[in-house]
């Protein structure tokens, strides 16, 4: 098991959700954990030392690594939280709309990672921990573009896995179903989801359905266990999934389903 004392972390939309309480639960462990958000409270009286950092921004991400590294000399792990979403369906969905939403869910981790990697390499290893979706494995309707954002972080995270393997980086997903978080509160629907009668009656549907499970929904606690968990692991897996067993069976189903009988029980559990 790897050591705790002293290791730097640096936990990407750590203000909020499965982010704060990454940062939150290392902190509490041992970990000096460096919470980055775009702007820093005024209250810095917290285990976890906030920093500002904008990750749709090239200098803000610069500048906020190089100081954790001014400060620190090194940065054992990231634990890449920061994302947003939009709602609508494909057709709905504008260009400008499709680029905001890659923008941070695939490009901000894409510029954390390459502005953290040199230090590692540099210190002979770490950790990369990009937090992915169960939407990263299947396309879920009305949230193509988010979808495409995580499925693109996959294949992202699986080259950079390769590339970095002998360099002692351990580049890790992680596939949370639904948690409690502010992504549910911060969610924007595109423009014209309201103008096309094409699709509203089964958005709407859809709409309301996401909204009662992801009430129901547990705390994110569980993922921030399993990232101290691969922290502390030597040879921590590519995958893990987290979250309510009755999303997480799509994974499994998804893989040993004829395409045709998963597409029916996936649209049967949706209600659509």
Same mark, same amino acid.
């Given at each position: 098991?790897?050591?705790?004392?002293?290791?730097?972390?640096? =936990?990407?939309?750590?203000?909020?959700?499965?982010?704060?309480?990454?940062?939150?639960?290392?902190?509490?462990?041992?970990?000096?954990?460096?919470?980055?958000?775009?702007?820093?409270?005024?209250?810095?009286?917290?285990?976890?030392?906030?920093?500002?950092? #904008?990750?749709? #921004? #090239?200098?803000?991400?610069?500048?906020?690594?190089?100081?954790?590294?001014?400060?620190?000399?090194?940065?054992?792990?990231?634990?890449?939280?920061?994302?947003?979403?939009?709602?609508?369906? =494909?057709?709905?969905?504008?260009?400008?709309?499709?680029?905001?939403?890659?923008?941070?869910?695939?490009?901000?981790?894409?510029?954390?990672?390459?502005?953290? @990697?040199?230090?590692?390499?540099?210190?002979? %290893? %770490?950790?990369?921990?990009?937090?992915?979706? @169960?939407?990263? =494995?299947?396309?879920?309707?009305?949230? %193509?573009?988010?979808?495409?954002?995580?499925?693109?972080?996959? %294949?992202?995270?699986?080259?950079?896995?390769?590339?970095?393997?002998?360099?002692?980086?351990? =580049?890790?997903?992680?596939?949370?179903?639904?948690?409690?978080?502010?992504?549910?509160?911060?969610?924007?629907?595109?423009?014209?989801? #309201?103008?096309?009668?094409?699709?509203?009656?089964?958005?709407?549907?859809?709409?309301?359905?996401?909204?009662?499970?992801?009430?129901?929904?547990?705390?994110?606690?569980?993922?921030?266990?399993?990232?101290?968990?691969?922290?502390?692991?030597?040879?921590?897996?590519?995958?893990?999934?987290?979250?309510?067993?009755?999303?997480?069976?799509?994974?499994?189903?998804?893989?040993?389903?004829?395409?045709?009988?998963?597409?029916?029980?996936?649209?049967?559990?949706?209600?659509?």
């Amino acid at each position: 098991m790897a050591e705790t004392a002293g290791k730097i972390v640096l =936990v990407t939309g750590a203000s909020s959700g499965i982010g704060k309480a990454c940062a939150d639960h290392l902190a509490a462990r041992g970990f000096r954990v460096f919470g980055a958000q775009r702007r820093v409270p005024s209250d810095m009286s917290g285990i976890v030392e906030m920093i500002a950092m #904008d990750v749709n #921004d #090239d200098s803000s991400v610069a500048h906020g690594v190089q100081t954790i590294l001014e400060q620190t000399g090194r940065i054992d792990a990231v634990v890449n939280c920061a994302g947003n979403a939009y709602m609508g369906a =494909v057709e709905d969905t504008s260009i400008d709309e499709a680029k905001a939403q890659l923008e941070t869910n695939f490009f901000g981790v894409l510029r954390v990672c390459r502005a953290v @990697l040199p230090a590692m390499r540099k210190q002979g %290893g %770490g950790y990369v921990v990009n937090i992915s979706s @169960l939407a990263g =494995v299947l396309g879920l309707p009305f949230s %193509g573009l988010y979808s495409a954002s995580k499925f693109a972080l996959e %294949g992202m995270t699986e080259s950079l896995r390769l590339e970095t393997r002998r360099r002692g980086i351990k =580049v890790v997903l992680i596939e949370p179903g639904d948690f409690r978080s502010q992504l549910a509160a911060t969610r924007r629907t595109v423009a014209d989801a #309201d103008t096309n009668d094409a699709y509203q009656p089964a958005f709407a549907k859809f709409k309301a359905q996401q909204e009662k499970d992801e009430a129901g929904a547990p705390t994110p606690e569980p993922v921030a266990a399993l990232v101290e968990r691969i922290l502390r692991s030597r040879s921590p897996k590519l995958r893990y999934s987290v979250g309510m067993i009755g999303q997480r069976i799509v994974v499994p189903l998804k893989r040993l389903l004829p395409q045709s009988l998963f597409e029916r029980v996936l649209a049967l559990a949706l209600g659509l």
